[in-house]
């Protein structure tokens, strides 16, 4: 099978191929991975190879809905059984896990062919894919900028059609920022809705849960089919789908109000670009009879950040110490964001830590009271088009002030020199949209609809009420009827 020939159809429509003994799980894998080597010494997208394992799945009796697909999995909480999750880390980079998440067995239980593990930063902390582990991982669009984050890698893979579709998970924007970044779907499920377990609970507090991205709205929908639904692991029970994702993308949604809000959240600039997009998608969305109004929920963005890194920092401490755990790794394993943002966690008084917890419940009511007059909120995905790799990299003198506290373990003083605000106003104002969704727990996509005057893609955003995957896959759809984008194809 010829790559134009594979890249012509999307994970539903390769599944369809080899049903029907068009093509075979194998051609399919050869497919996938010569497309790999050719491109990523430029994308550096994928991590970990299993080319050997896969070939031999394919090459033995599948089923299920996506048999024969080839499929790629984050490099983060998504374990494949004796093969090593670094997590972007280099503490972890030899460490094999000793079970297959469910997330994963659900996608091989499928039929997913799992060849591989797609790149992402160090433990996920940034919405930028740059880790010292395998270099940075570069936008199939323009390989001078980046592909976002953390999900950066699956969505790379994605665009430069390796794959038709990628694990991916989302905590703080991980599945839409590289969606909107690389023109790419990608919808974050609500809270409960997928599995994280058997090794955890949930993660992040119920925040960061797990997905996939893609090129079409239906591998989304029919994938989110097969992922969803409770584990024995999981503290919630949610509330079957009334009918299958797969059916409702086949229909058009009933008109929906939606509010439109574009400034940044935190009051930080937003390029003209990304205002273009959202007013564009308001425009097109209008055009299909829907209601579009300027309204946003009366959340105080920069205490929904404040929130958010404060749980986020503690995090990273206690994935740190447990990766020191496992390992016996020393500090330089590291990278120095990374032990920042440990250490910074680390000096946080447990009282605030509550209070930090306890506040996601007053973002909580401030988007329900949105959503009793809307249907949607309506976003740019991102604050600007992708920018350049490097750019949101701690600066020289910064690092060398960090290098210094750390080792004279002052990290407390993190906060008189201003390093803690200076991290979070460099890595949240080209992304300041999206944490709302991960701390309500409300499902969010991202729609590929818009490309800037220079080609790049720039994705919208709409988050919807608790169980809105549905709708907010059938409004995809529409869209994507309107506006195809899957043909587009980056200069690669």
Known sequence: MSWEDYRGHDAVGLAALVAGGEVSPAELLDAAVARADAVEPTTNAIRYRMDDAARAR??????????????????????????????????????????TSTVVRRWTDAGLVVFGRTATPEFGARAVTEPVLGGPTRNPWDPSRTPGGSSGGSAAAVAAGIVPAAGASDGGGSIRIPAAACG??????????????????????????QGVLSRTVRDSAAL???????????????????????????????????????????????????????RDAADLLTSLGHVVEESAPAVDGRALATDFLTTWFAMIAAQVDSARTLTGCADDAFEIETRVMAAIGRATPAPRYLAALAGRQEHTRALAAFHERYDLLLTPTLARPPWPTGELSLPTP???????????????????????????????????????????????????????????????????????????????????????????????
Request: net charge neutral; charged share 15%.
């Open 224 to 278: 989110l089919d097969v992922m969803a639904g409770p584990e024995p692991e999981g503290p919630y029970v949610v509330r079957p789908f009334e009918r299958p994702c797969a059916e409702a993308v086949r229909e058009d949604p009933a008109p929906l109000r939606i509010g439109l809000a574009t400034a940044s959240p935190l009051g930080t600039a937003v390029d003209p670009e990304a205002v273009a997009a959202a």
């Open 398 to 492: 910064a690092r060398l002030g960090a290098q210094a506290l750390l080792r004279a373990r002052a990290s407390g003083l993190f906060g008189r020199l201003g390093l803690v605000e200076g991290l979070v106003d460099a890595n949240f104002a080209p992304v300041p949209y999206t944490q709302l969704a991960n701390l309500t727990g409300r499902p969010a996509s991202s729609v590929p609809l818009y490309r800037t005057a220079d080609g790049l893609p720039l994705g919208v955003q709409f988050v919807g009420r608790p169980g809105a995957e549905p709708q907010l896959l059938a409004l995809a759809a529409q869209l994507e009827r309107a506006r195809p984008w899957a043909h587009l194809r980056p200069p690669l």
């Open 184 to 209: 790419l779907f990608g919808l974050k499920p609500g809270r409960g809705v997928t599995p994280s377990g058997p090794d955890v609970a949930e993660g992040f507090h119920g925040a960061s849960v």
């Open 58 to 99: 394919a090459g033995g009796p599948l089923s299920g809905p996506f048999a024969g697909v080839p499929f790629l999995v984050k490099d983060l909480a998504q374990h494949v059984a004796g093969v090593p999750t670094a997590s972007g880390s280099r503490a972890l980079a030899g460490y094999p896990r000793p079970e």
